[in-house]
């Protein structure tokens, strides 16, 4: 069964300052991997994804993310934080073809922006 | 820019009462799917349609949960009689299609409270 590990519930960083969420992933096969944002009492909204190729996926709102197939791992990356980044951020994988042919998310990351 | 659409927003029902979601996906995403997200917690898939035709309820309740796409467009997602433990998030979802390299593209969702 795939599966997706997200080992902190709450990131804290300074405006300005680079962050990192991180997210491991456990699949059988190929994985397609995406990060979805989400702010207090709304949906889930697309981020980037990786899908195959260059290991560095870049996306929206500068966000971007790194690809390592040996460590299992698509952290979500960003040079420069805002505080209107504050929000909960997910990590999700899907595999094609099969029974797993679903997207199967983490529990979140809450990321805290401060000034 | 196209997006998902759901209403209600909220519903607050009692315990044994029937009730009824509705989704309006992104026009020309084939695949809808709908989501179950309780507190704290990454969404998990409920159904998965395409066009008409369910191609996933593994997970769906069907004691008690039914979902419908009659003319492959909107979707209605009903539950009967809810439980005190429905009380969740309920997101819907489109995307171009089947494909698991395809993005999600998620509504602001309903919030179920069952008292």
């Known amino acids: 069964a795939q599966s997706v590990a997200q080992p902190e519930d709450q990131v804290n960083v300074a405006e300005g300052n680079p962050l990192t969420v991180k997210c491991t992933y456990s699949v059988s096969g190929n994985p397609y991997l995406f990060w979805y944002v989400q702010y207090p009492n709304r949906g889930l909204q697309f981020l980037l994804k990786y899908i195959t190729g260059d290991n560095l996926v870049k996306g929206s709102y500068g966000f971007e993310a790194e690809f390592n197939k040996s460590q299992t791992s698509f952290h979500l990356k960003k040079p420069s934080a805002l505080v209107s980044d504050s929000a909960l951020y997910f990590c999700?994988?899907?595999?094609?073809?099969?029974?797993?042919?679903?997207?199967?998310f983490g529990t979140g990351t809450q990321l805290k922006v401060e000034l | 820019e196209a997006e998902v659409a759901q209403s209600p927003r909220y519903k607050i029902t009692e315990k044994s009462q029937a009730v009824a979601f509705w989704c309006d996906p992104i026009?020309?995403?084939?695949?809808l799917y709908w989501y179950r997200q309780i507190l704290g917690q990454g969404p998990e898939l409920l159904v998965q349609f395409q066009d008409e035709s369910v191609v996933d309820d593994s997970q769906l309740p069907k004691d008690r949960f039914s979902a419908e796409r009659l003319k492959g467009v909107d979707s209605t997602l009903k539950i009967q009689p809810a439980e005190l433990g429905d009380s969740a998030m309920y997101l819907c979802?489109?995307?171009?299609?089947?494909?698991?390299?395809?993005?999600?593209?998620f509504g602001p969702g309903t919030r179920l409270t069952v008292l």
């Open positions: 026009s020309g995403h084939a695949t």
């Open positions: 979802a489109s995307s171009q299609g089947l494909a698991a390299y395809n993005e999600q593209f």
């Open positions: 999700a994988v899907r595999v094609s073809g099969g029974g797993g042919n679903k997207l199967t």
